[in-house]
């Protein structure tokens, strides 16, 4: 494996590659579709008896009210179709309903108490309710049901009554998704996964803060391992170009954001930095010409990124046959994180460091 | 070299015998049994630098990996076993505590019915997910049933029902005050309040009544009746109290109007007379270890047997401020608690606000029994023992065959994924002697990895981070490789310095970018983050000495060969 020292020559010319890699991502980033585990909806995987046109269930679908995208693949079992269900606007407000309506029992409860006990706190107590009748009503409208549907003299049951309505709009949602499905397609298994608004939102949150310890982590420690600010912004550079290339991917092959696919981006800011604290190294702390280094550190780093090229391709190839999305997203993300890699510490990291390093040296000779 | 007198290698084998004791008797801890060696024998390696105990440490290990995959077997998620998952989707959002609760709560109620390979483990902090190896249609409405199941409390004093949790506002369900138990004199208490059907009600019941038991009971059966030994009727009986006093306590405890009385029956005095139901829906309550014989007649005579443990069966007493026997707890008929009527509560007056409280003894378990007290009296109050109200969402079932396939699959991936990976090193490396070490280590290393994930659980995240971590684990060997193979006229250690300052830091690196998806919550990828922690921190502790000592000495003894 002998190919010619891409650092000999204006190596800064190889900074173009990574950077235009970068310009395209941040076009095709906004594109990136969000998966069920961070927009909210319903996944519902089917494992067909026969081969099903997608186009045409979708618009069977749609004739029976549910938009929802379709698509249908074959994998070693057989047919399988994979239909999501873009959140429900009626379950968000019903979510958004049920915390509202939760965050008022307790002093309706204790205020309806209190009037029992003494008149005098009857009209606060009206008026407290009137709130908690108003939200029931608007849950009650969203369940397509009324408040003559039940009997409620008092906060007890005014409660159980908006959980059954609550649980009406969710096992009406359940049905307006199961029910045409059921109509159009034979199928011998099928699987739901429903997140919520609730757990959407949840799922964002923890990624979020994830994402901020995992960058302050990484930062800390790569400021307080180099003690030079130079070669850790470098460093930091070649990850963060790294991880918008992989996003840039995700936005321009369609792979959507999910858990698997964020827990793969986190892994890429490891496997990015593995490469670039290499580099850094071998330039840094090693005697001889830091071009000729920097090409042997790219040999070691090369192999490296390729063994793992190797593995994740074996789990994309996985994935294809066996169509399971958590082995797609995951190897997907570290393909394409991995490519990006290359260009990135090769491209960036690598020219950023020599330059810095030459300049160094440069600058000792004057001195001496 | 003789083995016997090296002492390090004695004492890493006393401590590989040790934890191989425990694998094999603590089975269930076997994974973080797993990880404790993988530690020790790591601290092994660093800290001791003779080849052959690198070596030595990560033979160890690999041999307890083997063994606890012979022995223990792998446990696999229902991605791979087939299975039905059960989402629980809890009323609101509660805290770490709470949910630790309510998972523990599910797992038992699941648990119960036989099902100790359920799965249950909360997702995000409003979700819980119930996992049971099982697509058979009825076992799984059977569980569904379990979980949505919610309790009906009722408060009876003497044979009337005083009031019943539909009359009980939830929200106002909460531990009283320090300042209100001090003045009541009591260690803990729960408060409530009613609606006025509730005072009302009880009012009426309770006038009169005072220091009169209010029995808490739980879905008590309306139709039943209890078969007690005479040795389980009285192990609880107070000293100075006789048979007589015990048998009235415990009728007057389960006597209720409208022909809903539990009927009381001592086998011991049955004399082989066997009783009839009192109709064809009347259920037996019994002691799981009552005589076969007895069991059967029961049934033949048109009970339906119910069977309990020997605790949920056997009755406790308590005696009044006026020194009545009563019976305390009972939960094979879901008595659960009998606190005291007060004088207040007797006067014929409604009363909208309730307290139930009581003292405990001082002494070191103290708190914790104040603790116990308040959760238990909530519970029951609320109508079940889960904290906040449940409904469960759709369902998934995968059948097994499908995960069988998924999981061989994934099996051969990972052969043809070392396969390619053993090709290409070879490729770059075009020297046996270096490549083959490379593959045997990363073999060691995925065993290892699937022995500790195996014994928690592989689910496909899991799955998806053993396969990467063939690709990732080699990187640290191929850095090794590297500079060992440079001819820049260092020394062979000088060298391995260099490499090992890389790897370490690499490892440090790729542990902390992934360390706060560990600690997240997200169960989904939690599998992907353990299986790449642990396969870096495998590699820097055990798997890369092992091989940098391997290669030295294929080095030196080409030295010496010149």
């Known amino acids: 494996m002998d190919f010619p020292n891409i650092f000999k020559g204006d190596y800064r010319l190889l900074c173009i590659p990574p950077l235009l890699l970068i310009l395209i991502s941040f076009y095709f980033i906004p594109h990136i579709q969000m998966g069920v585990d961070f927009q909210g909806g319903t996944l519902v995987t089917l494992t067909l008896k026969g081969a099903v046109d997608a186009p045409q269930l979708k618009s069977e679908l749609a004739s029976e009210g549910l938009q929802a995208d379709v698509d249908v693949v074959q994998t070693t079992s057989g047919y399988q179709a994979e239909i999501e269900v873009p959140q429900s606007p009626k379950l968000v407000e019903a979510d958004q309903l049920k915390s509202d309506f939760n965050a008022l029992v307790p002093d309706v409860s204790f205020l309806e108490v209190e009037s029992l006990q003494n008149s005098s706190n009857t009209t606060q107590y009206l008026a407290e309710d009137a709130k908690l009748q108003n939200i029931s009503d608007q849950m009650f409208a969203i369940a397509g049901m009324s408040r003559s549907d039940f009997n409620i003299t008092g906060t007890i049951d005014e409660q159980k009554a908006f959980t059954t309505a609550y649980n009406k709009v969710y096992s009406d949602y359940a049905t307006s998704v199961s029910g045409p499905i059921d109509k159009y397609v034979q199928y011998s298994s099928m699987s739901i996964q429903t997140v919520s608004p609730t757990l959407s939102t949840e799922f964002i949150g923890q990624a979020i803060s994830v994402v901020i310890a995992s960058a302050l982590l990484s930062i800390v420690f790569v400021f307080v391992f180099f003690r030079d600010p130079f070669p850790a912004a470098a460093v930091l550079c070649g990850a963060f170009s790294d991880v918008t290339i992989a996003m840039g991917a995700m936005g321009l092959f369609g792979i959507q954001f999910t858990l698997p696919s964020f827990a793969a981006l986190l892994m890429l800011i490891g496997f990015s930095l593995d490469t670039d604290v290499l580099l850094t190294m071998r330039i840094l702390k090693r005697k001889g010409d830091p071009r000729e280094k920097a090409y042997g550190a790219m040999k070691t780093g090369l192999t490296m990124s390729l063994t793992a090229i190797v593995a994740f391709i074996t789990l994309f190839v996985l994935a294809i046959l066996t169509n399971i999305p958590t082995y797609y997203e995951i190897s997907a993300v570290a393909l394409a994180g991995l490519v990006g890699d290359m260009f990135a510490t090769w491209g960036i990291d690598a020219v950023l460091l020599l330059w810095h390093v030459e300049k160094l040296n440069a600058a000792e000779k004057e001195v001496v | ?562």
């Open chain 2, 1 to 562: 070299m003789d083995l016997l007198n090296d002492k390090k290698l004695l004492a890493m084998a006393v401590i590989f015998i040790l934890l191989l004791a425990s694998i094999l008797v603590y089975a269930p801890y076997a994974g973080l049994l797993l990880i404790l060696a993988l530690f020790i024998f790591g601290g092994f390696c660093l800290f001791w630098k003779e080849p052959h105990i690198k070596l030595a440490g990560l033979g160890f290990l690999l041999i307890l990996a083997i063994a606890n995959i012979g022995i223990n077997g792998m446990k696999y998620g229902i991605d791979f076993e087939g299975g039905t998952r059960i989402p629980v989707l809890l009323e609101k959002s509660v805290d770490s505590t709470t949910m630790n609760d309510l998972v523990q709560t599910i797992k038992t109620r699941v648990s119960v019915l036989g099902l100790t390979e359920a799965n249950v483990y909360a997702v995000g902090d409003s979700q819980v997910y119930v996992e049971i190896p099982s697509s058979d249609p009825n076992t799984i409405q059977f569980v569904e049933n379990t979980l949505s199941h919610q309790g009906v409390y009722w408060g009876v004093v003497d044979g009337h029902v005083a009031i019943t949790g539909d009359d009980i506002y939830s929200t106002s369900i909460n531990p009283l005050p320090a300042q209100e138990l001090s003045q009541e004199g009591a260690d803990w208490g729960v408060s409530f309040s009613v609606n006025r059907h509730g005072a009302e009600q009880f009012a009426a019941v309770a006038n009169g009544k005072a220091d009169y038991p209010v029995y808490m009971y739980l879905d008590r059966p309306s139709d039943a009746a209890l078969f007690l030994s005479k040795a389980e009727l009285e192990q609880n009986m107070p000293d100075d109290s006789s048979e007589k006093e015990v048998l009235t306590a415990l009728s007057d405890g389960l006597s209720l109007d409208q022909g809903r009385n539990i009927t009381l029956y001592v086998i011991d005095s049955l004399n082989g007379t066997v009783p009839s139901p009192k109709d064809n829906g009347t259920i037996a309550l019994i002691s799981g270890n009552a005589s076969a014989q007895l069991i059967s007649e029961l049934n033949a005579s048109g009970f339906t047997v119910k069977e309990f443990s020997e605790t949920d069966i056997t009755p406790t007493y308590n005696r009044t401020r006026a020194g009545v026997l009563t019976v305390e707890t009972l939960t094979a008929v879901g008595l659960l608690s009998a606190p005291l009527l007060s004088e207040g509560l007797a006067t014929g007056v409604p009363n909208y606000d309730f307290s139930v409280s009581g003292a405990v003894a001082a002494g070191p378990d103290h708190n914790t029994i104040v603790t116990q007290n308040i959760k238990q009296i909530e519970s029951i109050l609320t109508g079940g023992s889960l904290p906040v109200s449940i409904s469960l969402g759709s369902r998934t079932t995968l059948p097994a065959s499908l995960g069988q396939e998924f999981l061989q699959l994934s099996l051969i991936a990972i052969v043809i994924s070392l396969l390619a990976i053993s090709v290409l090193i070879g490729f770059r490396y075009r020297n046996i002697r270096a490549t083959l070490p490379i593959v045997a280590i990363s073999i060691s290393e995925l065993i290892i990895l699937l022995s500790i994930l195996g014994s928690f659980t592989i689910d496909l995240a899991a799955m998806a981070g053993i396969i990467a971590a063939i690709g990732v684990g080699v990187d640290a060997q191929i850095v090794i490789t590297d500079e060992l193979l440079k001819e820049d006229g260092e020394e062979t250690d000088e060298k391995m310095a260099h490499a090992f300052d890389i790897i370490k830091t690499n490892v440090i690196v790729a542990t902390l970018a992934m360390i706060p998806l560990l600690f997240s919550g997200l169960v989904e990828v939690i599998g992907f983050a353990i299986s790449t922690i642990l396969g870096s921190l495998l590699g820097y502790l055990l798997s890369r000495p092992a091989y940098a000592s391997i290669v030295g000495m294929i080095i030196k003894k080409k030295e010496h060969g010149k």
